[in-house]
């Protein structure tokens, strides 16, 4: 329905650079994901694309067209918010059409629209009602109805699921997964968990300190991280990193996932001794105290149990291995 | 831990009694001498009216002395007029202040609160030349203009404070879906800030209605006169009739009590909580 460019967008709030020189493509009916630690400008940029916010320099287009100057309500956009922002003193119904109302839609087109959306997000016993008589996960289906009845190019997702507990978001989740698959629509979702980045897109953008870490599908970020930055962020348990130096290696560091870090009784390259367990079912994370190496964790998909201060072997799978140079770049 | 719940409440209670009752005391005196002789109210100013004592006859004066139902009417008009325009300005520089970044908000902020600081009442010759000047002395405009500059910094400030309490999101969500700034100042921020405009209303209301001070100064013609103003007639340098001052000023509670009650229905918050997490 719609592609996004960003060309060089840069954000500053007086002194203090927020987003620096920023280039991104989005592809009509792609899925793109914003995501970054708290503080690294993914919702800025989230912003600027909506036209909340001007950008201090650079160029924003849709459809290839430049809309820089362009008020948010002419973008062809949507935007659901994390706190939902629903209108308080509408109805659920009114709360859909507001939008299409002002921009003046014949009256039975915004009926369709509101029944359409109503239908496809279980929303028709509700249209009566208004927010304050909603609970949470239904205040977030109004808020992303709203969104869908305005037919926009381009869906953008402030942080939508923050609000839900844990069920409601997995729930949320598989919904705004099948209504992207329904709509054919493209998606910018903004988030700090990589959870959802994972599932949810098709293009995954880490933001880190106003930049641009790197840009990839989810499992090409798992497997082939460009820098330490994005290898510790994607992935949980977080990927280990071991001093190069300690290992003989002429890479600055060397990182491992837990569950590429095997664990032994009998033996493997260096020992140490286990300091706490979580079982989760169908896994385990084993933490291991290993001397020099630190505190590492290893992941075991086996009900194996290991009895704290249990001495043990660990060895890094050298497939699966990640070298950094001393700025935290990869070495390939 | 129950008992200590209903001492406390108890106590809680005791002392807000205590309080009305003082409070309420004059009203009260004012209000059952209204309705004795003029033996009586001095007799006994606070024994309440008896079958003996009973008398309307300050009332009777009210009616056919001087023209209270023009005093009242200008009241109204003076109080309900400005008390709009003290709201609607305030709540729209409020929201600018509020909402908007640019050079100077703080500092324009600041200012505009002075007001609260610097009675207005020092600038009476200043404001009594320039009402002179512009030929606006003994109208109702005078101290409808008089009256809006001394409401507006508080409800500024009040309602600044209210509005910065808002989210964002709600009004970036209208603005996605193409409402104007004024539509959004109109339609979604001054109905979520009810609850703090009818505070501002009754605490701007009160002040406005008892005042005496501009009245007298700027318009004390007959056709301007307000209320409290009326009521001064019946005060003399060697005579006063009490009986009558204290029957106009019993009416004057009433129509202030009804606009109050108005207002009070309005600071039920409900219609705020569930607009946004």
């Not at chain 1, 869908?148 to 978001?169: G, H, I, M, Q, Y």
């Not at chain 1, 510790?232 to 130096?245: H, Q, V």
Request: net charge positive.
């Amino acid at each position: 329905m719609g592609s996004l460019t960003l060309r060089g967008i840069s954000k500053s709030f007086g002194a203090t650079e927020v987003l620096r020189d920023i280039d991104l493509e989005v592809h009509d009916g792609g899925f793109t994901v914003f995501v970054g630690p708290s503080g690294c400008g993914k919702s800025t940029l989230l912003r600027i694309v909506a036209g909340l916010e001007e950008p201090s320099a650079g160029d924003v287009l849709i459809e290839g067209e430049r809309v820089n100057d362009r008020a948010p309500a002419d973008r062809e956009i949507a935007m659901v918010f994390q706190s939902y922002a629903l209108y308080p003193h509408l109805t659920v119904r009114d709360n859909m059409a507001l939008g299409l109302r002002q921009a003046r839609t014949p009256k039975a087109t915004i009926e369709a629209r509101v029944a359409e959306a109503a239908r496809m997000l279980s929303l028709e016993p509700l249209l009566g009602r208004r927010p304050a008589e909603l609970s949470g996960g239904q205040r977030q289906r109004v808020a992303i109805g709203r969104a869908v009845v305005r037919t926009p190019k381009l869906f953008l997702f402030d942080e939508p699921l923050s609000n839900l507990d844990a069920a409601l978001r997995v729930n949320t989740r598989v919904e705004i997964a099948r209504l992207r698959r329904e709509l054919r629509a493209t998606m910018i979702y903004v988030t700090h968990d990589q959870t959802e980045a994972m599932t949810l897109a098709d293009q995954i953008v880490v933001l880190n300190a106003g930049r641009i870490e790197q840009i990839g599908a989810p499992m090409e970020l798992y497997r082939d991280p460009a820098n330490i930055f994005v290898a510790g962020f994607i992935g949980s348990p977080r990927m280990n990193f071991l001093d190069g130096a300690r290992l003989g290696l002429q890479a600055a560091t060397l990182g491992i996932r837990p569950e590429h870090l095997r664990l032994d009784r009998v033996a493997g390259e260096f020992e140490g001794r286990v300091s706490h367990v979580e079982h989760l079912g169908g896994e385990t994370n084993i933490f291991v105290q290993a001397g020099a190496h630190g505190l590492l964790t290893a992941r075991r998909f086996d009900e194996e149990s290991f009895a704290l201060d249990e001495r043990v072997w660990l060895t890094p799978d050298p497939a699966r291995r990640l070298l950094f140079d001393a700025e935290g770049r990869r070495l390939r | 831990m129950a008992r200590r719940g209903r001492l406390r409440a108890f106590g809680a209670h005791a002392a807000l009694l205590t309080y009305t009752a003082i409070a309420l005391f004059p009203v009260f005196v004012i209000v059952i001498n209204a309705f004795k002789s003029r033996k009586a109210i001095f007799g006994a100013p606070l024994a309440p009216p008896t079958p003996e004592t009973f008398d309307l006859a300050g009332f009777r004066a009210v009616l056919t002395q001087g023209d209270f139902v023009l005093y009242f009417q200008n009241s109204l008009i003076v109080t309900l007029v400005s008390l709009a325009l003290v709201l609607l300005f305030g709540a729209m520089s409020a929201f600018a202040l509020s909402e908007y970044r640019f050079r100077g908000n703080t500092l324009l902020g600041l200012y505009l609160a002075l007001g609260i600081m610097i009675p207005i009442r020092l600038g009476t010759v200043a404001i009594l030349e320039l009402m002179v000047a512009t030929h606006l002395v003994d109208t109702r405009t005078a101290l409808i203009l008089v009256y809006t500059a001394q409401g507006l910094p508080l409800s500024i400030f009040i309602l600044a404070e209210f509005m910065r309490q808002i989210s964002d999101d709600l009004k970036n969500a209208g603005r996605i879906d193409g409402l104007s700034e004024y539509a959004i100042f109109f339609r979604l921020v001054l109905p979520l800030t009810r609850p703090a405009m009818a505070t501002v209303a009754v605490f701007t209301m009160i002040p406005i209605w008892n005042d005496l001070w501009f009245p007298l100064i700027l318009a004390p013609s007959e056709a301007t006169k307000t209320v409290t103003l009326g009521a001064q007639v019946f005060i003399g340098q060697f005579v006063t009739n009490w009986n009558a001052v204290l029957a106009a000023l019993s009416l004057a509670i009433l129509p202030v009590l009804i606009l109050y009650l108005i207002f009070s229905r309005q600071l039920i918050r409900g219609i705020t909580s569930g607009a946004v997490k």
